[in-house]
């Protein structure tokens, strides 16, 4: 029982490059996010999927897309990577009903030159 | 809109003295609230959370939180500190009457425990 994994764990990118962060989850929970973490500045939601074949914009969406490809999977697109992007990455699932918890994965260090 | 505040970048507690992390909130409806913890190039932790009931809520490794609805508080706290409790503490918050399950997260307070 892995709970949640991303790969990859480190990156580093040029200006301009593309890449996807992916995220998988065997906890069978409906609900997934993308949060991007930055000194100072606390955890920011990029963006979520309420259930497999939704997805909605978070608080810092822009230069990102995501794609939910199943239930167990989530990923994360960087089309045009810019130095602003440079940041840890984590993504989470969601237990609802009477537990209301999330569950993070170790993150993705990415820098971008 | 949800969000928190945590209004102290840094706190530093010598071993065995309570810890205090302060925390505040905003929702429109009913908070639920939650206290998650980062050990260093690790991902969250959960802790310890408050959806209704009693206003003092018991977590792991012996932390606690009191919510107070009239101040709009959730402080963590924990009565005697351990150096292994160095780390990074986020505080969390959604609105427990909307249907969506976003959470706003405070931009997180670094706990040193000074041997």
């Known amino acids: 029982n892995a709970g949640v994994t991303q790969t990859p764990k480190f990156q580093v990118l040029k200006t301009g490059q593309s890449m996807t962060l992916q995220c998988a989850q065997d906890?069978?929970?409906?609900?997934m996010y993308w949060y991007r973490q930055d000194p100072g500045m606390g955890l920011r939601l990029i963006y979520y999927?309420?259930?497999?074949?939704?997805?909605d914009k978070g608080e810092v969406p822009n230069g990102y897309n995501v794609s939910r490809l199943n239930k167990r999977e989530f990923s994360l697109r960087l089309e045009s990577a810019a130095p602003s992007q440079t940041s840890v990455y984590f993504c989470?699932?969601?237990?609802?009903?009477?537990?209301?918890?999330?569950?993070f994965g170790p993150g993705t260090r990415l820098t971008v030159l | 809109a949800q969000s928190v505040a945590q209004p102290e970048d840094q706190v530093n507690v010598a071993e065995g003295n309570p810890l205090t992390v302060k925390c505040t909130y905003s929702?429109?409806?009913?908070?639920?609230l939650f206290w998650y913890v980062q050990y260093p190039n690790r991902g969250l932790q959960f802790l310890l959370k408050?959806?209704?009931?009693?206003?003092l809520v018991k977590g792991s490794y012996g932390f606690e939180a009191e919510f107070n609805k009239s101040q709009t508080s959730f402080h963590l706290k924990k009565p005697s500190a351990l150096v292994s409790d160095s780390a990074l503490y986020f505080c969390?918050?959604?609105?427990?009457?909307?249907?969506?399950?976003?959470?706003?997260f405070g931009k997180g307070n670094q706990v040193v425990v000074i041997p």
């Open positions: 989470a699932t969601y237990r609802g009903g009477a537990y209301n918890e999330q569950f």
């Open positions: 906890m069978n929970h409906n609900s």
């Open positions: 999927s309420a259930s497999e074949g939704t997805t």
């Open positions: 929702v429109s409806g009913n908070p639920y």
């Open positions: 408050y959806i209704t009931g009693d206003n």
């Open positions: 969390a918050v959604r609105d427990g009457d909307y249907g969506n399950n976003r959470l706003a």
